[in-house]
């Protein structure tokens, strides 16, 4: 039986509504700096963030590029992503 996700309330660049446990192409902004990279949706002590599928940073929801990202899984229907 699959988890219910929470969704974040917010769309990638296709309009898709991103929810917890979801795979982005994702584009961040950090420190007036644009990055790319694979992550996965968390949610950690109860605010959403954007780990890097590398384990290389977490990054905060707030500053992800909602025209520049985009779903490409989850991590129920698509483990071989991770």
Known sequence: MKAERRCTGVT??????ICE?????????????LKTFDAVVVCIDGKFRLK???????????SISQTRSEVIGNIYDNPELL
């Not at 990638?12 to 509504?17: M, P, V």
């Not at 890097?52 to 707030?62: E, G, K, P, T």
């Open 12 to 17: 990638d660049k296709n309009y898709k509504e």
């Open 21 to 33: 446990g979801d795979i982005l192409k994702a584009a961040v902004w950090s420190q007036a700096e």
């Open 52 to 62: 890097a599928l590398d384990n290389s940073a977490i990054y905060h929801f707030c």
